[in-house]
């Protein structure tokens, strides 16, 4: 139970980042053949975009943060903190993301959003029995998106030795700095 | 057989730091009177001082201590890091 919400506790360094490194190539890989791309920090949305820029959006919307998340381990932490531990354990939680996107190319799925996109643009009422891929794909994505958040923060918390409101105050002021970057680019 | 004890460094009663009063030979059966202060890696936790020991005997090799406990590098090193202020405390105490 332990390692579902902290696997940074058992895995970090340059084996964390090469998995990570899998992970976003994977994803990207997964983002291009269903024509989505990741156009802001937590968020999917539909683009014909080359290949090489859905792999250089996912490799900034990691990077970027796990940046600031290090310069602020640097000011806060007292302890002797490493680049390789924080870029390594936020590219692993990068698979997070990965689990996110695998069940967007589900064929249930797909024709589920495109179902209720027509429905919306016509100005119908979608079909709810049609839309039950899509609701619990929504769930799913639900737990994703928390589960995302903790382990980041434990990336974070792990990576840097930092704890506590001064900690937690940090990473959502960074989160929310992410999600207002994406907004305004 | 007789089961070694726990080093208590704490009082039960009033969790207060315990000294040690008397020391005993078994060989000669000699008890040594007076106040002696308890080093202060005694002071750590069994695990700490477990850890402590493990440190030793690897050279002070994080990356070794890391593989052997089955913990990634920055764990080990927090938990080093929790230990050293530990000490630093229980030094800056006396």
Known sequence: ?185 | MTTKKNFPTICPSCGGQLSVKSLHCAECDTTVNGDFAIHPVLRLSAEEQQFVTAFILCSGSLKQMAADMGLSYPTVRNILDEIISKLQNYESSI
Request: glycine letters at 6%; a positive charge; one cysteine or more.
């Open chain 1, 1 to 185: 139970m332990k390692a579902l919400f902290n696997p940074f506790r058992y895995i970090a360094g340059v084996k964390a980042l090469i998995m990570g490194l899998i992970f976003i190539v994977a994803s990207a890989l997964m983002l291009y053949s269903g024509n989505y791309i990741q156009d802001s920090y937590i968020h999917i949305g539909m683009a014909d975009a080359p290949l090489w820029y859905v792999f250089a959006m996912q490799i900034v919307w990691w990077l970027l943060p796990a940046l600031l998340l290090y310069l602020c381990g640097v000011v806060l932490s007292k302890s002797k903190i490493r680049i390789i531990d924080i870029l390594g354990t936020t590219a692993f939680a990068q698979l997070i993301l990965l689990m996110m996107i695998a069940p967007m190319l589900l064929p249930a799925v797909v024709s589920s959003t495109l179902e209720m996109l027509s429905a919306l643009q016509s100005g119908a009422v979608p079909d709810m029995a049609s839309q039950t891929p899509m609701l619990i794909y929504g769930i799913w994505s639900t737990f994703c998106l928390i589960l995302f958040y903790i382990w980041n923060y434990n990336a974070f918390s792990v990576s840097c030795n930092v704890r506590g409101w001064k900690a937690i105050l940090v990473f959502i002021a960074i989160q929310i700095a992410m999600i207002l970057v994406g907004m305004l680019l």
